[in-house]
């Protein structure tokens, strides 16, 4: 099948760090993506990561690609209730030109 | 500030209508893409579009058609709307080889009554 799996949801302590957890299908993905999604909005592309690479940072995020179990991974440092949203893990299996989406991580932050 | 834009953020239609849901992008982008986003069921594909004129069955197609006469514009339709089509639905486009992802619309919440 192609089920990109992500679990549902994840609370964590305002100034923690968050890491949201995905599991892909295709080992020939070239592209893997993650999204945000803001209450009432649409999805916003926050950061993607070649399939070359095992690790991107940007800021307070890093992505961390493991090729060999066909996991991502999304960790925010230093949570801030803005980060409250949904996040959402996306792959591009090979031979396909489309995005496949994960069901979406719901993270709350809390003081 | 490139973007992709949804004609409305709220719509509350009767059962029956015939409703058009429109989404314009700036981009040049090949690709046009219609999900709805339902909780716990994540974003499901009904149409996308690789071409003007040019379309192609996603997921859930039963109850829409699309229409792309211009490459910036891709419409939604819902031809005889019922209740079980209230959702958020979320437009999207992307360069022909979809590797730096999607750019999403706002979306359109649609209460169908």
């Known amino acids: 099948g192609e089920d990109v799996e992500q679990s549902l949801f994840l609370s964590v302590r305002e100034g923690d760090s968050s890491v949201i957890n995905c599991t892909y299908t295709?080992?020939?993905?070239?592209?893997l993506y993650w999204y945000k999604q803001e209450p009432g909005a649409g999805l916003q592309l926050l950061t993607y990561?070649?399939?070359?690479?095992d690790m991107k940072q940007d800021q307070r995020l890093t992505v961390l690609l493991n090729k060999k179990d066909k996991h991502l991974s999304l960790r925010i440092a230093d949570t801030q209730t803005g980060d409250s949203a949904i996040y959402f893990c996306?792959?591009?299996?090979?031979?396909?030109?489309?995005?496949?989406f994960g069901a979406g991580t719901r993270l709350a932050v809390h003081p | 500030d490139v973007k992709v834009t949804q004609s409305s953020r709220y719509l509350v239609k009767r059962t029956g209508e015939k409703v058009f849901l429109e989404c314009v992008q700036d981009?040049?982008?090949?690709?046009m893409f219609w999900y709805r986003q339902d909780p716990g069921l994540g974003l499901r594909l009904i149409y996308f579009?690789?071409?003007?004129?040019?379309?192609e069955k996603g997921d859930i197609p039963e109850g829409y058609s699309v229409s792309r006469e211009k490459k910036e514009r891709f419409s939604l339709i819902l031809e005889s709307a019922s209740t079980n089509q209230t959702s958020m639905y979320l437009c999207?486009?992307?360069?022909?080889?979809?590797?730096?992802?999607?750019?999403f619309g706002s979306g359109t919440r649609l209460t169908v009554v």
């Open positions: 981009m040049d982008h090949e690709n």
């Open positions: 999207a486009s992307s360069r022909r080889t979809a590797n730096y992802g999607y750019t």
């Open positions: 579009s690789y071409d003007v004129k040019m379309k």
């Open positions: 990561i070649f399939s070359n690479m």
């Open positions: 996306a792959e591009i299996p090979g031979g396909y030109n489309k995005l496949i």
């Open positions: 295709d080992s020939s993905s070239t592209y």
